[in-house]
């Protein structure tokens, strides 16, 4: 029988032969979407199969993919298999699509496995996961005003750690956009799997996320756990965090944009604009206004020159509403101190 756990632990290559539209409703980060049929094929012959059941719609798949067609799409799995002969394949359900797509595939003198029961049963055993591991792991929040480096303490040691911000694509702020966000599905079955590749341990490390990462919303049954476990309270001047927003957003933006100052202002401001309504209009056009002062300056970006709209943003939106927070969850805390204290408490952990 088939390990899924060791499947998705080894990040083992997938061929997904689902259809474009399934895969982007969800899918697994070792895998590619290689379809037996595209969007257009899959809905005509599913609507043959309602109409006049099973036999018809299979025999206008094969005259739908035929010819070139077929050719092609075995010669981008022969591809994919000549470089990962490891890979295995599936479907929805492990069906007919596995079946023929497995069937053509041996044409070409090669073999490979695919799935029983498909991605339907890859999908459920990744919810059971994380059902399962986010009830019974002991979890330890990482804490923390924004810029105070919360990540870097997860990477800091052996223990293990989930990264729900990469999982979502997201730093978790208006600011924190990095690119195109996975489907909800997509991002529960990456949480799902960093549950598998981490041992177990005294504690999981994860950082303090609201509910929502940008799009993604954090499961519920891992959000209760969450919000229940202690928390490990990072505390950072003022000045250090201003450094870390600096290199993690503004840098990291220009880098992202190719250096194209105009895009990178702009995504500032629109940044800005969506939580105009909560920071208030005064305070918006104030630190727009340092914006904009900041990205008139010539040359590179430096830390003098963003230092005062970023300090701004800090204590007059982002502390409010963090402190707000933390001060109803205090009796959590179960030690505060800075970067060095907080690493070495945790190296303590058994």
């Given at each position: 029988m088939l390990d899924f756990r060791e499947l998705f632990r080894r990040d083992t290559p997938l061929i997904d032969v689902r259809a474009p539209v399934e895969f982007l409703e969800g899918h697994f980060p070792s895998s590619i979407n290689l379809p037996l049929m595209?969007?257009?094929?899959?809905?005509?012959?599913?609507?043959?199969?309602?109409?006049?059941?099973?036999?018809?719609?299979?025999?206008?798949g094969h005259?739908?993919?035929?010819?070139?067609?077929?050719?092609?799409?075995?010669?981008?799995?022969?591809?994919?298999?000549?470089?990962?002969?490891?890979?295995?394949?599936?479907?929805?359900?492990?069906?007919?699509?596995?079946?023929?797509s497995v069937s053509w595939i041996s044409e070409r003198g090669l073999k490979v496995p695919f799935i029983p029961g498909g991605y339907k049963a890859l999908r459920r055993f990744l919810l059971e996961t994380l059902e399962q591991e986010s009830k019974q792991?002991?979890?330890?929040?990482?804490?923390?005003?924004?810029?105070?480096?919360?990540?870097?303490?997860?990477?800091?040691?052996?223990?293990?750690?989930?990264?729900?911000?990469?999982?979502a694509n997201h730093k978790g702020s208006s600011f924190g956009k990095m690119g195109p966000q996975p489907a909800q599905?997509?991002?529960?079955?990456?949480?799902?799997i960093q549950f598998l590749k981490h041992d177990a341990a005294p504690v999981t490390l994860v950082e303090d996320e609201s509910v929502m990462i940008g799009s993604c919303v954090v499961p519920r049954v891992l959000k209760d756990s969450m919000n229940q476990a202690p928390i490990l309270l990072l505390e950072v001047p003022i000045e250090e965090r201003t450094r870390n927003i600096f290199e993690g957003y503004?840098?990291?933006?220009?880098?992202?944009?190719?250096?194209?100052?105009?895009?990178?202002?702009?995504?500032?401001?629109?940044?800005?604009?969506?939580?105009?309504?909560?920071?208030?209009?005064?305070?918006?056009?104030?630190?727009?206004?340092?914006?904009?002062?900041?990205?008139n300056v010539d040359g590179s970006p430096t830390l003098e020159a963003h230092a005062p709209w970023i300090e701004a943003l800090l204590l007059r939106y982002y502390d409010p509403l963090y402190d707000k927070?933390?001060?109803?969850?205090?009796?959590?805390?179960?030690?505060?101190?800075?970067?060095?204290?907080?690493?070495?408490?945790?190296?303590?952990?058994?």
């Open positions: 595209n969007n257009e094929e899959r809905a005509a012959v599913g609507t043959r199969y309602k109409e006049a059941g099973q036999t018809e719609a299979l025999a206008l005259e739908l993919v035929s010819g070139a067609l077929k050719e092609s799409r075995i010669n981008e799995w022969e591809a994919f298999l000549r470089k990962h002969p490891e890979a295995n394949l599936y479907c929805f359900r492990g069906g007919l699509r596995s079946q023929i792991r002991r979890f330890l929040v990482v804490g923390g005003r924004t810029g105070s480096g919360k990540t870097l303490i997860l990477d800091a040691t052996a223990l293990p750690a989930l990264d729900l911000e990469g999982a599905i997509t991002f529960e079955n990456r949480v799902a503004v840098l990291d933006r220009f880098q992202s944009y190719g250096g194209d100052r105009d895009s990178v202002a702009t995504f500032m401001r629109e940044s800005l604009e969506r939580i105009s309504k909560k920071l208030g209009g005064l305070e918006t056009t104030r630190i727009r206004g340092l914006i904009d002062a900041a990205f927070s933390i001060a109803k969850n205090l009796e959590r805390v179960a030690f505060r101190g800075d970067t060095r204290a907080c690493i070495e408490y945790l190296r303590g952990l058994k």
